[in-house]
């Protein structure tokens, strides 16, 4: 998975960052959603990346490892036992103990305002804990960081689910405006929805939806938002935007669950909403039941949560 993502993640950090990516042979084998270790390596490389505005070398290392008691016995939440090893380092600007002592937690940046939410690294702890795993990080000013990813070795052969019973996403044709002011969202979303066949157009803002709406001539059929955004919230460009284009359909997406969202007042109950992080196959799934109007609500849960961003 690590070589399928790479020229990816190559064109994300962009070329005055050296991606090095050697790989390891005979890697034990680990139970997790393909697609939410793939929104592990998105995050890691992004905040890599931003580590490291001058350019600098990514390296992604996995090995087979054995985690013993005396390891277990200083990180209270893991237990001794064998593991596969997912390690991203940087050659970047490095951490101070402050930060570090609040790295994983929602919402908290070292960014500018506007320029990230805080829940990259929260979601990546979020993953790597349903896979039953641990993720660490090293880091000191200067000298760049590692996170270390520590995933469950099983036993198990690789599963098999036949295509009858995979239900894949439909495919579309119908033009999508997307909203959302992180990189990694914005890309996965749109690599998705455009392989699906969609036409995607992408804003980082309400405003630039806005003004990219008042410039384009043809038909715009779902608005995909996320509902924090800076300056201008989703229902706000949802609101304004179904002004100028009656027809508009909304599925609203978030790092918050629906309950809270609405707890929030950030939006009405009973509208399209898809919790981060999810997979290719809910958002699919999402977008085409909005488009056709078979759906009002997205539940959250295996099948509607976006398990990965």
Known sequence: MVAGIAPMLRRLVGEQIELRAPGSPDLGRIRADPSQ????????AVNARDAMPAGGTLTIETANIELDDEYARTHTLVAPGSYVLLAVSDTGVGMDAPTMAHLFEPFFTTKAV?????????????IVAQSGGHVTAYSEPGHGSVFKVFL??????????SPALAEPAASGAETILLVED??????FVERVLSRLGYRV???????EALA?????????????TDVMLPGMVGREVSERLTALRPSLRTLFISGYTEDSIVHRGELDPGVSFLSK???????????????????????PGPAGRIRGL
């Open 37 to 44: 270790i793939e929104q592990v390596l998105l995050n890691l």
């Open 114 to 126: 506007g320029e990230g939410t805080g829940l990259g690294l929260a979601t990546v702890y979020g």
């Open 152 to 161: 469950p070795r099983v036993a198990e052969t690789v599963e098999r689910h």
């Open 182 to 187: 992180e990189d990694v969202v914005r890309s």
């Open 201 to 207: 157009s992408t804003a980082q803002s309400g405003a």
């Open 212 to 224: 990219l709406v008042a410039d384009h001539p043809g038909p715009i059929d779902l608005l995909v």
């Open 277 to 299: 992080p999810f997979t290719p196959d809910a958002l699919g799934h999402a977008v085409r039941a909005v488009l056709d109007g078979r759906q009002t609500q997205c539940p």
